[in-house]
T-cell receptor, first 114, second 110 residues
Framework: EPEVTQTPSHQVTQMGQEVILRCVPI?????FYWYRQILGQKVEFLVSFYNNEISEKSEIFDDQFSVERPDGSNFTLKIRSTKLEDSAMYFC????????????FGPGTRLTVL | GQNIDQPTEMTATEGAIVQINCTYQ??????LFWYQQHAGEAPTFLSYNVLDGLEEKGRFSSFLSRSKGYSYLLLKELQMKDSASYLCAVRDNYGQNFVFGPGTRLSVLP
């Protein structure tokens, strides 16, 4: 069964450093998403992406964040200058269509900022 | 504003039935989803409702009342592996994003 994959599974970085989190969505899906979940808290939407551009973003997704689809398979989330409060699990998700289509989540990348 | 409420924790016995409630107040509505999340893992899709009524999928059923802003997830014949958090998420009208509730942590006891 096709699945969303994410790398790395765990990333440790120093405050102020840039990190890139990588995702490979399900191959026939057209809509891609990033979510984060701070330990013990709820899942929060960051951004959705379609047709090579951002379609919606939350207030969390400020100028420190960017997303890119550098090729036909990868979807990346970049945090330019990490802060302690960026420590969280970051989930990538994809869906075949818009609207009522189910989003399928990847296993997540645990980001630890020291 | 967007607000989704769920009970924080529930406990039930193996073989029993449990109902997890979710109430929501969102600016728009384009479907309600239930996800299961085991500790340290990604959410996995369980069910979807966009019209009022009950949707059944094996041991899991989900109910929606749009006029009341209310849904529940019903789990039957509970198994130990059902111990997990259950997340209620609402998709708004025009965006593609979900607003997630805080999740309900279910413990199934022998």
């Amino acid at each position: 069964e096709p699945e969303v994959t994410q790398t790395p599974s765990h990333q440790v970085t120093q405050m102020g450093q840039e990190v890139i989190l990588r995702c490979v969505p399900i191959s026939n899906h057209l809509y891609f998403y990033w979510y984060r979940q701070i330990l013990g808290q709820k899942v929060e939407f960051l951004v959705s992406f379609y047709n090579n551009e951002i379609s919606e973003k939350s207030e969390i997704f400020d100028d420190q964040f960017s997303v890119e689809r550098p090729d036909g398979s990868n979807f990346t989330l970049k945090i330019r200058s990490t802060k302690l409060e960026d420590s969280a699990m970051y989930f990538c998700a994809s869906s075949e269509g818009w609207g009522a289509d189910t989003q399928y989540f990847g296993p997540g990348t645990r980001l630890t900022v020291l | 504003g967007q607000n989704i409420d769920q009970p924080t924790e529930m406990t039930a016995t193996e073989g029993a039935i449990v109902q997890i409630n979710c109430t929501y107040q969102t600016s728009g509505f384009n479907g309600l989803f239930w996800y299961q999340q085991h500790a340290g893992e990604a959410p996995t899709f369980l069910s979807y409702n966009v019209l009022d009524g009950l949707e059944e999928k094996g041991r899991f059923s989900s109910f929606l009342s749009r006029s009341k802003g209310y849904s529940y997830l019903l789990l039957k014949e509970l198994q130990m592996k059902d111990s997990a958090s259950y997340l209620c998420a609402v998709r708004d009208n025009y965006g593609q994003n979900f607003v997630f509730g805080p999740g309900t942590r279910l413990s199934v006891l022998p």
